[in-house]
Nanobody, 122 residues
Framework: VQLVESGGGLVQAGGSLRLSCVAS????????MGWFRQAPGKERELVAA???????YYADSLKGRFTIARDNAKNTVYLQMNNLKPEDTAMFYC?????????????????WGQGTQVTVSS
């Protein structure tokens, strides 16, 4: 399975970005998918995740600003990020797991993309 992210970039505080992640390869093995982020010097943390059936999970601190969505026909998962803040600056990674359920720990994910940088200026 290969995951390719796009949509990152530089945005001013208060702006929006939409990240996309396209999966290819053994798609049938993928169930839950998620977006993680990692800021310099910090641990990689789960931002949001979505099951194949559309059940979603969000980190508490991001609820209301970020929205995850999935188009199974296009093998794509999206992360809409609104009202971005400088503290959202990080490398964002798409991840997928073979397991059905959403997991919050990065070690539970089997496949990873290369990441896309999001930088929010103040």
């Amino acid at each position: 399975v290969q995951l390719v992210e796009s949509g990152g970039g530089l945005v001013q505080a208060g702006g929006s970005l939409r990240l996309s992640c396209v999966a290819s390869g053994s798609i049938a093995s993928i169930n839950a998918m998620g977006w993680f982020r990692q800021a310099p010097g910090k641990e990689r943390e789960l931002v949001a995740a979505i099951s194949r059936g559309g059940y979603t999970y969000y980190a508490d601190s991001l609820k209301g600003r970020f929205t995850i969505a999935r188009d199974n026909a296009k093998n794509t998962v999206y992360l809409q990020m609104n009202n971005l803040k400088p503290e959202d600056t990080a490398m964002f990674y798409c991840a997928a797991r073979r397991g059905t359920w959403i997991e919050t720990l990065k070690d539970e994910y089997d496949y990873w993309g290369q990441g896309t940088q999001v930088t929010v200026s103040s």
